[in-house]
Structure formats: C-alpha cells, structure tokens
C-alpha cells in the first residue's frame, strides 16, 4: 500500500459537477488500497474575486484581512469536496492549512512553511479516512494567525505534506495533460514532456510557466519530492518532475522548452548620479517590500556625463509599490526623471549547456529578429536565455523561438479549462 497526495487547482474544481468528477477520482485510488491526501485549491477564480471585493473596499486592505477572506476560498472547495466524497460513501475529513500543521513564517500574503506536523492527517489516514487539506495557507505559531503561502500556493502545500508524510507520490492535478514545451494556449503544437528534471522545471516555472508554482518545485527538490504533473480531465500519462534521469553532457546543449511572463513592468531612471552608494539605497528601497526584482541595468548617460540611468524590471504589482516610494524620494535621490513600462514582455528559452555552443544566443537573435520583434536586452546563463520585447509582441517572441528550436509535435495540446491552474 502506498501513500499518495493529490493536489487539484482551481479549474479542475470550478463547479459541482467537476468537484463530483474529482471526488469520484478520489474515491477509485482510495478503494484500489492507497493512503490518500487531497489539497485543493479555491474553485474556478474565486482567489481573484475575493482580491476584487476587497480592492471595492479598500485598496490598502490590512494583509492580515486579506489572508482571512482568502483563505476561505480552499475552505470551501475542500469542505465541498469532502461532502461530494461522502456521498459516494467513502469516508473523508477536511482540514484547514493550521488544522493540518502547516506552520509558516509571519509574512502575510507570502508566507513560507517552516514546519509541517501533519498529526491529524496522519490520525486520518490510520483510521482509513481520506483526508482533504485547504491548500495556501498555514498559521504562524506566535502570532497564531492565519497566513497565505502566495499565488499558487496550494502546490506547495501538497508537496510540504508529501514531505513530511514521506508520501511515494505527489500527483498535480492540472487543466492540460502536463508539462509542454510552451504554454499550449499560444503554441497550439507544443508538446509534452515525458519526464523534467527538478532544476529545468524550477527554472520554466520562474519564468512564467505556470503549470506548478516555481517554490513548490524548489520543495520538492530540496525534499526529493517525485511530482506527476497530469490532467484531471484526462487519464493521458503526464509528465514525471524528478532528479536526473541521467547525466547531462555539458558539450551539448539541450533546449527543453520556451517559458513566457507577461506580468512583468519596467522602471527607468533617468539622470541618476553616477554613485555606487546611491545606487545601492535605489535597490534598497524597490526591494524593501520584498519585492523581487527580475533585472536591474546601470547604464552611462548617454546625454549627460557623470550620469547613470537605471532599469529596473520586476512584477507589475511590484512596480506599482516601487514607483510610489522613488517617487516620493525623488528629490532625496536627486535622480533626474521616472519612467515606468506597464506592460513588458518576457521570453525565455530554457535548457542545459546553453552557453556551451554560441550559436544558440546567436539562433535566438536572429530568430526574433527574422519575427520582427525588437529585443531590449538580452541575458543568457547554462540553463536560461532571457530577452525583454514589448508585450504586444510576447506571445510572436514564444512562437518563434519554439519554432526555430524544433520544439512542436505533429498534433495539437489539449486544453481543457484555460485558466492554467
Ligand atoms: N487559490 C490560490 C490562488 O489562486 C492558491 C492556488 O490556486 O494554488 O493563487
Ligand atoms: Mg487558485
């Protein structure tokens, strides 16, 4: 007998007829003789229109607030479940993230697990009870607040519990079939991949992949968590997220895949004094909230001498919050002008040895090139060549690098929801 934890996102349990379909699922593996674990994430976009509601109230809502009203979302999906698996006649329990023992850190809104105690689901488990676990969310022990683990955090939650459980598997019940070599709503003839090591997915999901959330994958690493990446919809095989399956050679580069993020935006700074103090406080003051930033250029002036202008690329949530505090400090800094780019696109070719053989960096400018997409900057490590584009053009970036890499499969994904999650 084996242990499984199952973690089901948002689309594949957006009404009562698919929670009945996942339930029945559920059901099949527990009666084939397995432990099971269910993480469930909010039905359908309820995450985003719990934001929505407390955005009409009030655009500074206290992060403490917001995480109460999210994390009612799995609270309900999970019940919803666990009421859907009983009318089966299968026994199931839910459990909130705290109930289940997913202790966090007490950063509201991205909190990150320090400690898993799973007694309960253990104690469910023994008794032949399948028990279901509210996904993103946890508690912190001294505040004994509730806490979120960020967007997409439900993954991470089956994997902590995967874990700590010493699970055999951790299957990610998604809306395509599993891990393709770009996200097959731009790329119809992307294909699937059979099987993707730990690193090659961290680095897909950090740059835009959105099939797992990119702190799950890390998890699972650190963990030695194998992930079965499948369909909910379909009984297709999936993709296996694990080690190596062997060694790379490092003379050859592999290209595995086209990663893309349109949420990104672009501060500039112009007429900064040229200054390696000043700089540091400028970096200081975007990250404070602990914004992540993607890039960040220093530039000469090209107009005036002893001058420097500053790029910063980061979320456009971030950017928003970033530009509030330069602007205010603007006169403090004594930098020149502020200029943001909303919307900025980025494409990312991910693989193995990429900077072993020049022609790829070379492929991959001529490329968009020939797609007459204007590239901003370009940066290239072993596993990732990055460029900036405008975001109109992001999604003919994708397709021209999947293209010219030979990526496709002869027939077309499947998509069954559309919501990537
Ligand atoms: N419901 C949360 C979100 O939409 C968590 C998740 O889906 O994993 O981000
Ligand atoms: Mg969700």
Not at 182 to 196: F, K, Q, S, T, W
Not at 232 to 253: F, H, K
Request: hydrophobic share 45%; with cysteine; aromatic share 2%.
């Amino acid at each position: 007998m084996s242990l499984i934890v199952q973690k089901y996102g948002g689309s594949s349990v957006q009404s009562t007829e698919r929670i009945k379909q996942v339930a029945e699922h559920i059901v099949a593996t527990h009666e084939a003789g397995h432990d099971v674990v269910v993480v469930v994430s909010a039905m359908g976009d309820t995450t985003d229109e719990l934001l929505d509601l407390a955005a009409e109230l009030n655009l500074k809502a206290p992060p403490r607030e917001l995480d109460m009203l999210l994390t009612s979302g799995e609270r309900i999906s999970n019940a919803l479940m666990a009421i859907a698996i009983n009318a089966l006649g299968s026994p199931a329990h839910s459990l909130s993230g705290a109930q289940a023992g997913i202790v966090t850190t007490a950063a509201h809104g991205n909190a990150r697990i320090i400690d898993v105690a799973p007694e309960r689901v253990r104690e469910a488990l023994d008794r032949g009870v399948i028990a279901l676990v509210a996904g993103f969310q946890g508690i912190d022990r001294d505040s004994r607040d509730i806490t979120t683990l960020g967007r997409g955090g439900s993954d991470t939650t089956a994997v902590a519990l995967a874990a700590a459980l010493k699970a055999d598997l951790c299957e990610i019940y998604t809306d395509v079939d599993g891990v393709y070599t770009a996200d097959p709503r731009i790329v119809p003839n992307a294909r699937l991949l059979e099987h993707v090591t730990y690193e090659t997915m961290q680095e897909l999901a950090m740059n835009g992949a959105k099939v797992l959330a990119a702190r799950s994958v890390e998890y699972a690493r650190r963990h030695g968590v194998p992930l079965h990446v499948r369909s909910s919809y379909s009984t297709r095989p999936g993709t296996m997220v694990s080690g190596a399956a062997e060694i790379p050679c490092a003379e050859r580069s592999v290209v595995t895949g086209v990663a893309h993020d349109a949420s990104k935006a672009k501060i500039t700074l112009t007429g900064v004094p040229d200054s390696p103090e000043l700089t540091a406080r400028i970096l200081n003051l975007v990250t404070a909230g602990e914004a992540e930033l993607d890039l960040a250029v220093k530039e000469a002036s090209r107009t005036a001498p002893g001058y420097t202008d500053i790029s910063l690329v980061l979320s456009r949530d971030d950017s928003l919050a970033a530009l509030a505090v330069l602007r205010q400090e603007q006169v403090e800094l004594g930098f020149e002008g502020v200029h943001h780019e909303e919307r900025i696109g980025k494409v990312s070719l991910v693989g193995t040895g990429l900077r072993a053989q020049p022609g790829v960096l070379a492929a991959c400018c001529e490329t968009l090139a020939g797609a007459g997409v204007g590239i901003e900057t370009i940066s290239l490590s072993d596993a990732r060549i990055t460029a900036l584009c405008s975001a109109d053009r992001l999604p003919d970036a994708v397709r021209a690098w999947h293209t010219a890499f030979e990526l496709g499969a002869d027939q077309e994904a499947v998509v069954h929801a559309g919501t990537g999650r």
